[in-house]
């Protein structure tokens, strides 16, 4: 699925300039749990969040977190903005909840790139 | 512009279309006065248009502004000199020719501002001007052109050079064992810039040539291992990496409040944070485990009230050594 294709799907507003929306995405994960995005995520997965801080950016820079969606129309500051269009991450944020969001996409083809939960 | 190929019969190569989306990308970063042409060659409305034409020979330009008390009134280009010369009429004052216009763009803009206006109007220059509206400078397709293969070569050699040095350090240096080590200092309570440090240590080891897989393991590690500094170390702490060609050693060190049971702090979902972490997504009581994960060896050290040491080994297989020369030694048996 292309980065366009899903911000359409999920009514998304793209929030950072420079960041390439013409590309590929492989699937997504969906935390407010930075540690479970550490632990978790695969690379280049899409990231799914209700949380809107700056560790948001940073994770997804040390997970390599190919977009952050916002979910339920949260809005990040601007230096988180310039941040991630510093990184060449792009923001977007979608007025839809967590549930409805993963949903769409999931039904639409969008695969998780969550790694399943394991005690080791 | 939707998915037409530029030319039927040429297909576009993964690199091209690379060069094409920066290049898209480009003209949203940089901004008009960037690459805007600053010295003007403002033209008065009373001047001759022969004597426009001479200073468009003189100055090899195709247009001028002109300008009357510090207002911007037109532009003057060649094809207002060719209606003029037509009519034998050089003597006139611009003022009769030129086109009265106020297509202007503002300097602080992206450059796609300029670029949909050359796409929607006819024109070959607009005018710059800043916020108060005064005249700054011009811009054509050509500045456009030109700042974008300025920017776009930039971009290249600058990380390019930068990888390039790096990655050639470890065979440059000869000695029985080399090292590269990078001190941080993490200050307590930094919240904002939690994961300053992590990011600069994964980009450095990017450059000296690390796998994506080894960088985001090393990353993963050290973040948590950063947050934990900021959230715990009362009086701050250090981060050191030192680097050699196959192996990255990471510490964590800290003279706060020490851990008074590393089994149970071990235990995904055991946490003394606050709340005030926990909005940051971090606190839940994963931070040693996730580490542990990404890392070969962990050694964590702590004494309750004097402090907390933790140290973290990555050892990289013979193919994912740093440097080629050490890659060559190891797979060759050595010199």
């Known amino acids: 699925m292309k980065l366009l294709e899903l911000i359409k799907l999920i009514d998304g507003a793209v929030l950072t300039k420079g960041a390439s929306l013409d590309r590929d995405v492989r699937g997504g994960c969906g935390a407010d749990l930075m540690s479970d995005v550490l632990a978790y995520s695969q690379p280049d997965a899409v990231l799914f969040t209700g949380l809107c801080t700056m560790q948001v950016v940073r994770t997804a820079m040390m997970a390599d977190v190919a977009a952050i969606v916002f979910v339920r129309d949260k809005q990040p500051t601007d230096d988180i903005i310039q941040l991630a269009s510093r990184e060449k991450i792009p923001l977007i944020s979608s007025p839809h909840g967590m549930f409805e969001v993963c949903g769409r996409l999931h039904s639409a083809g969008l695969q998780s790139l969550e790694h399943a939960y394991d005690e080791g | ?335």
């Open chain 2, 1 to 335: 512009m939707d998915d037409e190929p530029l030319r039927k019969d040429r297909i576009i190569t993964d690199g091209a279309a690379n060069l094409i989306s920066r290049v898209e990308e480009l003209a949203y970063e940089l901004t008009i006065d960037e690459v805007m042409t600053r010295d003007l060659k403002a033209i008065a409305p009373g001047t001759k248009m022969g004597e426009v034409m001479e200073t468009f020979r003189e100055a090899r330009i195709s247009g001028a502004p002109v300008v009357a008390n510090g207002e911007l009134i037109g532009v003057v280009s060649l094809e207002d000199l060719i209606r003029a010369l037509r009519e034998s009429n050089i003597e006139a004052p611009v003022g009769e020719y030129m086109t009265r216009m106020v297509l202007t763009v503002n300097a602080r803009n992206p450059l796609i501002e300029a670029l949909k206006v050359f796409e929607q109007k006819r024109v070959g220059r607009l005018p710059v001007v800043d916020d108060d509206n005064k005249l700054v400078g011009i811009i054509t397709k050509g500045d456009i052109t030109s700042g974008v293969m300025h920017a776009l070569e930039y971009d290249y050699q600058e990380e390019e050079v930068r990888r390039y040095r790096a990655r050639h350090l470890f065979e440059d240096i000869v000695s029985d064992r080399t090292s590269l080590t990078l001190r941080y200092k993490i200050q307590h309570g930094a919240f904002a810039q939690g994961g300053n440090a992590s990011s600069h240590i994964k980009r450095a080891l990017l450059r000296l040539g690390a796998s994506p897989q080894i960088a985001r393991r090393c990353g993963i590690a050290i973040y948590e291992a950063e947050m934990n500094l900021i959230i715990h170390a009362t009086h701050g702490g250090m981060i050191r990496v030192e680097i050699e060609p196959h192996r990255i050693l990471m510490e964590a060190i800290d003279d706060g409040p020490g851990i008074y049971d590393v089994d149970l702090a071990m235990k995904p979902g055991y946490s003394t944070a606050p709340d005030s972490i926990r909005e940051l997504g971090f606190g839940a009581g994963m931070g040693l485990k996730n580490i542990q994960r990404c890392v070969d060896d962990m050694y964590v050290d702590s004494t309750p009230g004097r402090g907390t040491r933790l140290e973290l080994r990555i050892n990289m297989q013979p193919q994912e050594s740093l440097g080629d020369a050490t890659h060559k030694n190891l797979t060759d048996g050595g010199a």
